[in-house]
């Protein structure tokens, strides 16, 4: 049965037999699998093309990004480490008149919040989270709650 021979292993018949049955069940799955892919791939040539829709925008079309100036100085502690931070806001277009000045109130009151920071408090993932919470919160009650958010584009820690 099988093609064993006594005491021998598989023997050549027994090998051709293995093999043919084989490739015949992998060309069956094979074809079967091609065949239901083929109709899907129809089906879905066929139907309608459904327009991309993007996300919402965020922030609504009132409003715009300027970039502030980047603000370098050293932190409270330790007295010898600086810090260097690039940052953008998003703020209202009609309810702010001159974004050039308010941008630089922003950096100028970000200057004097990062000299009150320690590495201590900025480093990891939740410093940082901590921190950008923080600068939002200060350029929103800078600005009278005209700045959306301030995006911080890089921190640097020297």
């Given at each position: 049965?099988?093609?064993?021979?006594?005491?021998?292993?598989?023997?050549?018949?027994?090998?051709?037999?293995?093999?043919?049955?084989?490739?015949?069940?992998?060309?069956?799955?094979?074809?079967?699998?091609?065949?239901?892919?083929?109709?899907?791939?129809?089906?879905?040539?066929?139907?309608?093309?459904?327009?991309?829709?993007?996300?919402?925008?965020?922030?609504?079309?009132?409003?715009?990004?300027?970039?502030?100036?980047?603000?370098?100085?050293?932190?409270?502690?330790?007295?010898?480490?600086?810090?260097?931070?690039?940052?953008?806001?998003?703020?209202?277009?009609?309810?702010?008149?001159?974004?050039?000045?308010?941008?630089?109130?922003?950096?100028?009151?970000?200057?004097?919040?990062?000299?009150?920071?320690?590495?201590?408090?900025?480093?990891?993932?939740?410093?940082?989270?901590?921190?950008r919470e923080d600068l939002n919160?200060?350029?929103?009650?800078?600005?009278d709650g005209h700045i959306r958010?301030?995006?911080?584009?890089?921190?640097?820690?020297?």
């Amino acid at each position: 049965m099988f093609g064993f021979a006594k005491g021998e292993g598989l023997s050549l018949r027994g090998w051709v037999g293995t093999v043919i049955v084989c490739t015949i069940i992998a060309a069956g799955v094979g074809g079967g699998l091609g065949i239901k892919l083929v109709g899907q791939i129809k089906a879905a040539a066929q139907a309608p093309a459904i327009p991309a829709v993007g996300p919402a925008p965020k922030y609504g079309t009132g409003t715009s990004l300027i970039d502030l100036p980047p603000v370098i100085t050293n932190l409270a502690d330790p007295p010898n480490a600086w810090v260097r931070l690039q940052a953008s806001i998003v703020y209202d277009n009609k309810a702010v008149p001159k974004p050039q000045l308010l941008a630089a109130k922003v950096a100028e009151d970000v200057l004097a919040y990062m000299k009150t920071v320690t590495v201590a408090q900025i480093g990891g993932a939740s410093g940082l989270e901590h921190l950008r919470e923080d600068l939002n919160e200060r350029a929103s009650i800078r600005s009278d709650g005209h700045i959306r958010e301030l995006i911080i584009q890089a921190v640097v820690v020297q």
